[in-house]
């Protein structure tokens, strides 16, 4: 048996098809968001985070093997948080992907250190970046190196991270000009996911919204199985038919 966490990059794909070969059975357990330019689904065992991936996965092409929606986590405590009125001062975290351009987070930091209503700013790394790739900044923002404890909003461009926030319950504005990959690669803003910002937004409060509200939460339960009990479903047949189909 083989476990794939990955199913787009070249080693990934060889090794599976050579698995295939082999007739050795391989479980593919996605690991984040998935986009149309994934290939088609191909594993006699997948294990998708959610409806969302499944759908896309059907307009790539045909679905070899059995599926099953799980998330990775039950529902946390704090996700009904999304839907609470901010407090009239915010503390953003800027969310940034491995190809972020160094010019326009300069900028991004400075603008929100100038609005009144931000109480701090910092940045949450990729965890392919170092900490030498700040050093531009003259210390002028914290940087984190996993996801802050205290409550805060996230300035996020193209990354799934986006998923993962507002899982537990932190609002995400996407700002796509802080690196130059294809703006909304994951469709997020486009499925009424997300709420887009531009940097020439960010002198005010443009978390002042209601977009978060009880229609989002209908919204999200197709990104996000964890919202209901509907998954735990897909677990019971999982372990009941996974020792058959691995004999």
């Not at 787009?8 to 060889?14: E, G, N, P, Q, Y």
């Not at 987070?105 to 701090?120: K, P």
Request: hydrophobic share 40%; charged share 25%; with cysteine.
């Amino acid at each position: 048996m083989s476990i794939f966490a990955n199913d787009h990059t070249d080693i990934s794909v060889a090794l599976s098809m050579v698995m295939k070969l082999q007739n050795v059975p391989r479980i593919y357990v996605q690991h984040a968001e998935v986009t149309k330019d994934f290939p088609a689904l191909d594993f006699e065992i997948s294990i998708l985070r959610n409806k969302k991936s499944l759908d896309t996965y059907a307009e790539i092409g045909k679905i070899e093997g059995a599926v099953y929606i799980i998330p990775r986590e039950g529902k946390a405590a704090s996700f009904e948080e999304i839907t609470y009125a901010l407090p009239d001062k915010v503390k953003v975290v800027i969310y940034l992907s491995s190809t972020f351009l160094k010019d326009k987070l300069e900028e991004v930091v400075h603008l929100c250190q100038s609005n009144t209503d931000v109480e701090s700013v910092a940045i949450k790394k990729h965890p392919r970046s170092k900490e030498s790739d700040f050093a531009f900044l003259n210390g002028s923002a914290y940087v984190h190196d996993v996801v802050p404890e205290y409550g805060h909003i996230a300035l996020v461009p193209n990354s799934s991270v986006v998923i993962d926030l507002l899982h537990v319950g932190v609002k995400v504005y996407q700002l796509f000009e802080l690196d130059n990959i294809r703006e909304d690669y994951y469709g997020f803003v486009k499925e009424s996911l997300t709420p887009r910002v531009a940097i020439s937004q960010l002198k005010a409060g443009f978390w002042k919204s209601d977009f978060y509200n009880d229609d989002w939460l209908d919204r999200f339960e197709a990104y996000d199985p964890s919202i209901s009990d509907h998954w735990k479903e897909d677990l019971v047949r999982l372990r009941s038919e996974l020792p058959m189909m691995l004999m």
